[in-house]
């Protein structure tokens, strides 16, 4: 099912956000579908959007035009509050409850709740159940949070940055705690994340949000099949540009390096290697210091 | 039982790792038939990568032969790859253990080593080139590959 009409974690349709204050639009003329039991990964640089879209679809802002649907339903209505879980960048938590105290407000405010989840997840990471939230390292603060999110069992759970702050052995295991979640449960995930290794191979669709903009949204392997990083002569540049998608090149005297969007067959003398998830989410990040280049682009994908 | 480690710098797809690993402990015995293939969950809360991931290199084992999804129960190893002469004690085993050793103790560095096998096994082969025609599973492609 991948139709208009298809059940989909997240679709935007000409969705548009402007902050009053500071008046630019945070997000404009977003479109773009994540499927659900994907696990995606939102991406962009600082002030792309990717806050404001998942405070959007977790119900914390409304759109200032156009739709977001989340698993189909409008955000913030009961409804989509008791399936979809969001996990904000501050994670709010009362610092003087203690953990036990925090899981029973999870209890207490959720219809259904799994409390033998939600323990497991705090007992997991070694958290005593009488700690002061205040009291603990940012690795354990973030598990509490993600218990408190998960022992909602949420169909779609939205992620800002989970992994800040936390050192790589937390990373891996809330990471791990999240592909169980999925394995096991199925569940819809959406995280943003500046941590590009991480994503490579966890995250299954990718979002990209450039300047407001939905720049990408696609599937993983799809992205790695479709691209290609070019090595060659620097003096066939404009043939490359005329039958590839050019997402951002290269030159270092008369070598030309390149990663392409595939628009046919590679003709030529190139070097071919094949991407990482990591070196296409560079290339689509990096073409925004390059201001003229979008609009070769653009050109390039009207004239292919 | 298995224990999976991704290698994540290492550019080769998860999936395939999954395999490989699978397909070296079947060769070596420590999987066995009848062997049950931990669960993605197992898998993915140990590795932290995609369980689709999992999914899909259980699924081309399947297809290869190597392994049964079993509906509700699992994943089942249904073949092995161990051979007699791959085993733990086996006189080959043995033989080549002390190779690598004097190999070593000769300064030959873990390359220089793994040329030479490489080496003599390409010789070999060549020489019986239409004896091996069938290649075995978890030998796919190999030889076009070095071609």
């Not at chain 1, 997000?27 to 939102?42: H, S």
């Not at chain 1, 299954?204 to 392997?221: I, K, N, Q």
Request: proline share 5%; glycine share 10%; with cysteine.
């Amino acid at each position: 099912m991948t139709g208009p009409d298809a059940p989909a974690a997240l679709r935007a349709t000409g969705l548009g956000f402007r902050y009053r204050r500071r008046g630019g639009w945070a997000l404009r003329d977003c479109e773009f579908t994540v499927p659900v039991g994907r696990i995606a990964a939102l991406v962009g640089r600082n002030g792309a959007g990717k806050s404001t879209l998942l405070h959007l679809a977790g119900g914390l802002l409304r759109a200032g035009s156009g739709e977001l649907g989340v698993l189909g339903l409008a955000p913030g209505t009961a409804e989509a509050r008791a399936r979809v879980a969001l996990l904000t960048q501050d994670k709010p938590l009362y610092p003087r409850f203690t953990v036990a105290d925090t899981l029973l407000m999870g209890e207490k405010l959720n219809s259904s709740w799994d409390r033998t989840a939600a323990e497991r997840i705090v007992h997991e990471g070694g958290i005593p159940l009488h700690a002061r939230v205040g009291e603990l390292s940012p690795g354990r603060r973030t598990r509490v949070a993600l218990a408190l999110a998960l022992g909602k069992r949420p169909e779609l759970l939205l992620l800002d940055e989970p992994l800040a702050d936390l050192d790589p052995v937390a990373r891996g295991e809330i990471m791990a705690e999240l592909m169980a979640e999925a394995a096991e449960r199925g569940t819809s995930i959406v995280l943003s994340s500046h941590v590009l290794p991480e994503l490579e191979e966890t995250c299954d669709w990718v979002l990209v949000l450039r300047d407001g903009h939905a720049e990408l949204s696609e599937d993983a392997e799809t992205l790695r099949e479709s691209h290609a990083v070019l090595t060659g002569p620097a003096d066939r540049a404009d043939d490359l540009a005329a039958q590839h998608t050019v997402v951002q090149g290269r030159t270092a005297g008369r070598q030309l390096t390149a990663l392409v969007r595939r628009r046919g067959p590679l003709r030529g003398d190139w070097h071919v290697a094949r991407p990482r998830l990591e070196d296409i989410l560079i290339g689509y990040l990096r073409t925004e210091e390059e201001p003229g280049r979008r609009d070769a682009r653009e050109r390039t994908e009207a004239a292919a | 039982m298995i224990d999976y480690r991704i290698d994540r710098g290492s550019g080769v797809p998860a999936y395939v790792q999954i395999v490989e690993q699978t397909e070296r402990a079947l060769r070596m015995g420590f999987l066995k038939v009848g062997d049950k293939l931990p669960t993605a969950k197992e898998v993915v809360a140990a590795t932290a990568i995609n369980p689709n991931t999992v999914l899909r290199a259980y699924r081309d084992m399947e297809q290869a032969g190597l392994v049964e999804l079993r509906r509700g129960l699992g994943t089942f190893v249904t073949r092995s790859l161990a051979r007699p002469g791959a085993q733990d004690d086996s006189p080959l085993r043995r033989e080549v253990t002390d190779w690598v050793a004097r190999a070593r103790a000769e300064g030959l560095e873990r390359a220089d080593v793994l040329a030479l096998v490489t080496a003599a096994l390409d010789a070999h082969d060549n020489e019986h080139d239409n004896e091996h025609d069938s290649p075995a599973p978890g030998d796919r492609g190999r030889k076009k590959e070095d071609a």
